[in-house]
């Protein structure tokens, strides 16, 4: 189980990356040249992901596979977000957190 949440992890801050860097990073290139990067990285991504989700399979449901990929996510993303991209999360932002812990709860309860 750890080792499908690690592999998840992995393969979100390539995805985050991937999806979201070109913005900063790439922001002034052509449209094209920023899919191709982030094409690239993705692929890092499914190396990632697929496993992740085929060891994870053999432990949790596929709800609560969707589940922790996105409580991952939101996880990678709100780092990605102030450390990365200088963005400030608003109060908003930890209410949609708070419904993941819901999400978390429900999809594992008995």
Not at 10 to 30: C, D, E, I, Q, R
Not at 84 to 102: H, Q, R, T, W
């Amino acid at each position: 189980m750890i080792k499908t949440i690690f592999l998840l992890l992995l393969s979100n801050v390539f995805m985050t990356y991937a999806w979201y860097g070109h913005l900063k990073s790439l922001g002034s290139k052509p449209f094209w040249i920023a899919i191709l990067a982030s094409w690239g990285i993705a692929f890092f991504e499914y190396c990632f992901q697929v496993p992740a989700n085929r060891i994870g399979y053999q432990h949790f449901s596929l709800a609560q596979l969707k589940i922790i990929q996105e409580v991952i996510t939101m996880i990678v993303f709100s780092g990605f977000a102030i450390f990365f991209m200088k963005e400030n999360l608003n109060k908003n932002f930890i209410y949609a957190s708070i419904c993941l812990v819901g999400a978390v709860y429900f999809i594992f309860k008995k």
